[in-house]
């Protein structure tokens, strides 16, 4: 009997399916499963996202310190994060929404406030935490008439003790900063356009007037925060017919730029800007007009800050004098067009007389002058006076007034530009692009003379063999063109570049002859080896060269070590010299052995020839010859013909003393002691004997007897005879009849085919009925399930002529052995358990037939005395893919025949092969893959897929 040794778990125990202790990760829907610290750990807390373990739909992670909850099961490795996969869980807080009253708020929440009618109030937190915030979002309420304010006991930066809420539908944080509450604002302004009429204002606003519709009378707000701002467009242009109104809230203190001010009244055009200055409690105005004031002038002017004068004269004769404003501040400024003018008229530009105004340098040094003569600053000169004389130019003067100074620079120049004329080379001018067509043109092509040649024209006006133009130089890519390439033919090829040309094997070039030097060593390839250095070069061991053919003398001889031998004298000397063949001491050319050359002799006393006098030099043994060999000795597991037999009869026809076991045939027993039984140390006898009346005897019992079974190592009694006659049956160790003094005891329902007792019968909690089957006659119409340790069934029959068979089963791969009654052996294969396909088979004879082979027999090649028949071997076909046949022996690794057979040695390099790229050193493996199972003597180790582990199982035959 196999002894079971106990072995050591480092995951867990498992026993009959039934989980015992589960050390490792446990398994979904298992209770019986312990948890350890590290898997509760890694399965019931939020951690850091792992991309090498998986994730079950649902559990949260932690990426870049935010939640993620995964969508569905994620298996391992979970490789780099992917959004797609996960959803961000909400850690955003909801706003509270107060329309009036004082709100004492709390540290982190966020309040959407709308005061409708009432004022509203936020209390900050009195004691919070350092960082702690509080938002304030306002929804659209009515804070530019009511008031909206943040209060606090703690100093709100920059506002004191309360923070007044101005703009619409900004979003306001409070952030305590550990000394005081820093507030920021985050405003997206409101705009919107309006016609005329009253309009309340809110800061950050912006108002786009529609001034074609009336008058705009705009109200500020009542309550505002230093910096506040207001903004408003005219968008019609019409604002200086109607007008806009400007005024302070009737309930507020403000002005609007000094102290005294409330209201003021605009007519420019285009955008102004209202901002409240906290620290002098009054709005501040900044008026943008668009409009630009042109004069015509015929006659002497003085002119106004910010004016455009367009000056006409009415004679080449005119002379006209305008004085620059009096009162001028930093950066008015005023032009001038001279654009009805004569030759000859001309503007004088005045200083006021009554102020120490300056012109600072000449106007006529600036105008069509080279950037080289326009004086610097240390060279600018002042004046009260300028004077400018037309000249066609009709220029366009606009002079600043700078207050540090107390000058008016010349600050912009412009004056009309006339089209350049080839008449008037030394007057400045505009000038046309010339078309590629006119820059096309060669000199003799009278090309025009008053357009200008860009960068880009001039870059296509390329030389040909018709035209004169740029052509570039030709790179080295473009020279090194393949003999076959294309050739650019528009670049210039430069005697350094051609240089470079060098002839290669695709390229037609320079080359210098090669040195003798040079021709027997193989590293240059550039020089040109000539027919005299080339038959210099002899091959050598070491040197590649020029080689004479060997003779066959030559060749068999295998001494020369200068010639070289041809394929036809290699096939010769592979196949009649006597120094090709193979031996113990060389390597060379091999016969196939024949079968009389591998063995000679019988099944029973092996072979009867002396070993020495087998072929050995020269020959090999091929798999027919080797097989043909085998076939008289046995298998590593096969058994001799008689070893299961005692003096001819088999060990199953006796019974054995040291197991369990059973006898079909009769025991007969002459003493009449009849069948002893006793305890080991004969303590205890008893014997079962029949008398000579007949009746059967059980003596030597002096206590109770009892029959039962200790299957489990304890022994469960079920039925007792005690001395004094009493009989007790029992059913899995609970009593269920008992003979007593007055009759019978039954503990529980009998069912009998009389009508004596009724009631249910039932066994280990379930009746029977005609679900269960009957051991004889009976039909099964679902599945049997058979399980054992081997995985085998046999199915006998009690008649004659019926076959018996033994069944297995692995997954969806069925097989079935039968012997039949006409004694022949079959095994067949099944894919689903009902359509069987005959394997092989044997005949009473012992030979094998496969379903679709051939037996050996005296109708084939080898004949009865096992020797090769040579003539029937000739008509023997070439093996393919589907038909048996003669095999060619092949040594090339790389061979794609798929009808010749590979030689010991390919087989021994592609061995190697797949070892090297298996990454396997010896004993030693990089990884290996197992399809079912490991099995290690006894233990198999085989997969677990519902469970994602292993299972350790003890074969007692494996």
């Excluded at 396909?837 to 090649?861: D, I, M, P, Q």
Aim: one cysteine or more.
């Amino acid at each position: 009997m196999a002894i079971k040794k106990p072995f050591k778990s480092l995951s867990g125990f498992d026993g009959s399916d039934n989980p015992l202790v589960n050390l490792g990760d446990p398994r979904n829907g298992e209770n019986k499963d312990a948890v350890n610290v590290s898997y509760y750990t890694e399965n019931n807390t939020v951690q850091d996202y792992d991309p090498t373990r998986s994730y079950k739909s649902g559990f949260v992670i932690i990426r870049e310190n935010r939640l993620w909850s995964a969508k569905s099961d994620i298996s391992a490795p979970a490789g780099a994060f992917d959004p797609d996969l996960w959803s961000a869980v909400r850690t955003d807080t909801p706003f509270i929404r107060e329309t009036q009253g004082t709100i004492a708020a709390t540290a982190g929440n966020r309040y959407l406030i709308k005061n409708q009618s009432n004022p509203i109030t936020i209390e900050l937190p009195t004691s919070p935490l350092d960082g702690e915030i509080i938002a304030v979002q306002d929804e659209g309420g009515d804070i530019a008439t009511l008031k909206a304010s943040v209060t606090s006991s703690i100093t709100i930066n920059g506002f004191g003790n309360e923070f007044i809420i101005t703009k619409k539908k900004a979003l306001y944080i409070f952030i305590f900063n550990g000394a005081e509450w820093v507030v920021s604002i985050q405003d997206r302004g409101n705009s919107r356009v309006a016609n005329a009429g009253n309009i309340q204002i809110t800061a950050s606003e912006k108002l786009y007037r529609r001034s074609s519709t009336g008058q705009f009378v705009l109200t500020l707000p009542r309550y505002a925060e230093d910096g506040d701002l207001f903004e408003t467009y005219d968008i019609d242009g019409l604002a200086s017919i109607n007008g806009t109104v400007l005024k302070v809230h009737p309930d507020s203190t403000h002005t609007i730029d000094n102290s005294t001010t409330t209201e003021k009244t605009f007519n420019t055009i285009g955008w102004g800007a209202v901002v409240f200055d906290k620290t002098q409690n009054r709005w501040r105005v900044f008026d943008a007009d668009i409009r630009t004031r042109t004069n015509i002038i015929t006659s002497d002017y003085v002119a106004k800050p910010l004016e455009h004068i367009a000056v006409r004269h009415t004679s080449p004769t005119s002379a006209i004098n305008i004085t620059l404003p009096k009162d001028a501040n930093n950066g008015d400024f005023i032009e001038l067009t001279n654009t009805y003018s004569y030759v000859g008229a001309s503007i004088t530009i005045n200083c006021d007389p009554n102020t120490p105004h300056t012109i600072l340098g000449d106007i006529n040094k600036y105008i069509k002058n080279k950037f080289s003569d326009v004086p610097t600053e240390g060279e600018l000169t002042q004046s009260t006076s300028i004077t400018l004389v037309s000249d066609f130019s009709s220029p366009t003067l606009r002079l600043t007034y700078c207050e540090d100074n107390d000058c008016w620079t010349i600050d912009i120049i412009s004056y009309r530009i006339d089209k350049v004329d080839e008449n008037y080379r030394n007057r400045a001018g505009i000038i046309p692009l010339a078309t590629q067509t006119e820059v096309n043109k060669n000199y003799e092509d009278s090309p025009i003379d008053d357009s200008a040649v860009t960068p880009l024209t001039l870059a296509n006006r390329t030389s040909t063999t018709t035209r004169r133009g740029l052509t570039r130089l030709a790179t080295s890519s473009e020279l090194q063109v393949a003999t076959s390439g294309s050739f650019a033919n528009d670049a210039i090829v430069t005697p350094e570049l051609l240089n470079s040309r060098q002839a290669t094997e695709t390229i037609r070039g320079l080359a210098e002859v090669a040195t003798q030097t040079e021709a027997n060593s193989n590293t240059n390839d550039t020089h040109i080896i000539t027919p005299k250095k080339l038959d210099a070069r002899r091959a050598t061991t070491t040197l590649a060269g020029v080689l004479e053919i060997a003779d066959n003398t030559e060749t068999d001889a295998g001494t020369n070590d200068t010639n070289a031998i041809t394929p036809a004298k290699l096939l010769r000397w592979t196949r009649t010299s006597t120094n090709a063949i193979s031996s113990q001491s060389y390597r060379g050319t091999v016969q196939t052995s024949t079968k009389g050359g591998a063995f000679i002799g019988d099944n029973v006393n092996g072979s009867s020839q002396a070993v020495d006098d087998y072929d050995h030099s020269g020959f090999v043994v091929t798999p027919r010859t080797l097989n043909h060999a085998l076939t008289y000795f046995l298998p590593s597991g096969a058994k001799a013909v008689d070893s299961e037999l005692l003096d001819g009869i088999d060990s199953t026809s006796f019974l054995r003393s040291d197991v369990d076991d059973r006898l079909n045939g009769s025991l007969t027993i002459t003493e009449n002691k009849g069948l002893i039984f006793n305890n080991g140390d004969d303590s205890e006898t008893f014997s079962l004997i029949r008398s000579a009346d007949g009746d059967v005897r059980l003596t030597g019992v002096s206590q109770t007897f009892r029959i039962g079974d200790d299957n489990t190592g304890s022994f469960v009694s079920n039925f007792d005879v005690t001395t004094n006659g009493a009989v007790n049956l029992r059913y899995n160790g609970t009593q269920r009849l008992a003979t007593t003094a007055t009759g019978v005891d039954v503990d529980g329902n009998l069912n009998v085919t009389d009508t004596l007792v009724s009631g249910v019968i039932t066994q280990n909690g379930k009746t029977l009925d005609n679900t269960y089957v009957s051991n004889q006659g009976d039909t099964i119409n679902g599945d049997l399930l058979v399980q054992n340790t081997t995985g085998l069934m046999s199915v006998k029959s009690t008649a004659d002529n019926t076959p018996s068979y033994g069944l297995n089963r692995n997954n969806a791969h069925y097989t079935r052995s039968r012997i039949g009654f006409d004694g022949r052996f079959v095994f067949d294969y099944s894919s689903n358990g009902t359509d069987y396909t005959e394997l092989f088979s044997s005949n009473t004879s012992g030979l094998l037939r496969s379903s679709a082979g051939y037996a050996v027999n005296s109708t084939t090649v080898i004949e009865s005395d096992a020797k090769i028949n040579f003539n029937k071997l000739k008509s023997v076909p070439s093996a393919t893919t589907s038909q048996q046949g003669i095999v060619q022996l092949n040594n090339a690794v790389d061979s794609t025949s798929q009808t010749q057979a590979a030689t010991a040695n390919v087989v021994r390099l592609l061995q190697e092969q797949i070892d090297e790229k298996a990454g396997i050193s010896g004993t030693t493996f990089d990884d290996i893959s197992v399809n079912n199972y490991i099995q290690i003597g006894n233990l198999r180790i085989e997969p677990d897929p519902v469970n994602e582990t292993v299972k350790f199982t003890w074969v007692e035959n494996p």
